[in-house]
């Protein structure tokens, strides 16, 4: 398999399953800047939609959209259970949260990230991002793990997006549990892992 990632963005959460499900693959840098491999192939040409991640696999077939290839790769390794089991209620659940983490958190803060944005919409964007990470915060309390006590793949996405708090300006200091909860995942062999691949650790 063949990952298509860009540091630091969304293609950190299926990078962070791939080592927590221990499966074999190649990393591949794709510039969500420049659109352009390190060999400088255009990477529109793998992806027409120009953005990360994208998930090749060894049959040459292509998933896009991160909630959709971590629960791929979930599945690959049900042993793992990076996912619960398809058709379950818990499973609904999981799809819950990426939902929520994707819409809510995702999108809302992609303007941040855009100069273009006026400063005036950015104000509204932080706020409402605030409410929605305290509302996280209040779901985190009492549990390891968004799911309970067990990592799932959601934790990957959460972990990802939660972490764009800081280079956008939004202060999560007064949430002890999303605090807490970021650093028991950041701690996490496949986790470090990942994010050393993608040159975020040394």
């Known amino acids: 398999m063949k990952l298509y990632y860009s540091p630091g963005a969304c293609s950190l959460s299926p990078h962070i399953a791939l080592h927590e499900a221990g499966l074999a693959y190649t990393p591949v840098l794709a510039s969500t800047k420049t659109h352009k491999l390190q060999d400088g192939s255009d990477y529109y040409g793998i992806n027409p939609l120009g953005y990360v991640p994208m998930l090749e696999l060894d049959d040459g077939t292509r998933l896009r959209e991160g909630p959709a290839i971590v629960q791929y790769i ?21 799809q819950e949260w990426l939902t929520f983490i994707g819409m809510e958190l995702h999108r809302g803060f992609t303007p941040l990230f855009n100069p273009a944005t006026p400063e005036e919409y950015k104000v509204m964007a932080r706020d409402r991002l605030l409410q929605r990470l305290q509302w996280v915060d209040g779901q985190l309390a009492g549990k390891q793990y ?10 990957g996405y959460l972990f990802t997006v939660q972490g764009w708090h800081k280079p956008t300006g939004i202060d999560i200091s007064s949430l002890a549990n999303l605090q807490a909860y970021a650093a028991r995942v ?5 986790v470090q892992a990942a994010m050393k691949v993608e040159g975020l650790l040394k």
């Open 74 to 94: 979930a599945d690959q390794v049900p042993l793992k259970m990076l996912a619960p089991q398809n058709g379950t209620l818990q499973r609904y659940r999981l």
């Open 186 to 190: 950041a701690a996490r062999p496949a």
């Open 146 to 155: 968004v799911m309970g006590d067990h990592f799932t793949v959601a934790d």
